[in-house]
């Protein structure tokens, strides 16, 4: 038999998003004195849930049954001497807060029914609960995700043209364009379909807030700066 006269409970949240937050308890227990050693393999169970209510009674919203390791639940508890659980676990907190059919957060111990040794397991006080509840109130909340678009940032930008002139004027000339952008190091990785355009006549290259134009003028060609990444002043010759 294991009889237990104390169980105290630390929580920490870290938001993750659309309700689900990573989770971290510490969890102690304290056997009686007149307790046995209770020594085996899937002793103990740790789980976490939803309540309506501040003793965790009725219905339950996200249950997670177990939250400790296959290590930790064949931990010898030893009389008198704390049981100690340091656990970790993704939660779903959605239906769980304050205007929320679930306004309470519970973390429950007990002994784990695949238990082997089977043991006797009872609570010494019953001022000292195997459920602790706690209002939602302090459990923190996702803020609204905002949509964000990536930016491509480039640090240069390099074309060569190619020009075959037809021996016939009234047949158009050919012109082979070879445009190179080289990324900054802080850009984002851009990653889709349709993402660039190229003109014959005017080189566009769109990148989320990104517009770089050169123009094509009788063989000659022209850069022009529209954003501080890109190179001033170069032009090139026939």
Known sequence: MVAFVNFV??????????GITDMTVTAAFKPHEISETISGTNLWRLGFFGARNMEGTGPRANEI?????????????FPGQNLTFDASSRVNLNNIGPDQSFPFYCVE????????????????NDEVPAILCQNSQSLPRSAPEQETRPSA?????T??????????????SRATITV???PHPRTD???GTNLWQLDSLEVVTVMARVRER?????????????????PTNRSCSP
């Open 153 to 157: 940032l480039f640090t240069s930008l």
């Open 65 to 77: 049954h177990q939250l400790l390791s296959p290590a930790q639940r064949s931990q010898t508890a």
């Open 159 to 172: 074309a060569r043209f190619q020009i075959t002139k037809s021996p016939d004027d009234t047949i158009p």
């Open 9 to 18: 409970v630390r929580h920490s949240f870290v938001t993750q998003s659309n």
């Open 214 to 230: 050169m123009k094509v003028r009788s063989y000659y060609c022209l850069y022009r700066q529209v954003n501080l990444y890109i």
């Open 109 to 124: 111990f007990a002994k784990n029914p695949l238990a082997d040794p089977d043991f006797t397991f009872q609570i010494a």
């Open 180 to 182: 190179t952008l080289e």
């Open 189 to 191: 990785v851009i990653t």
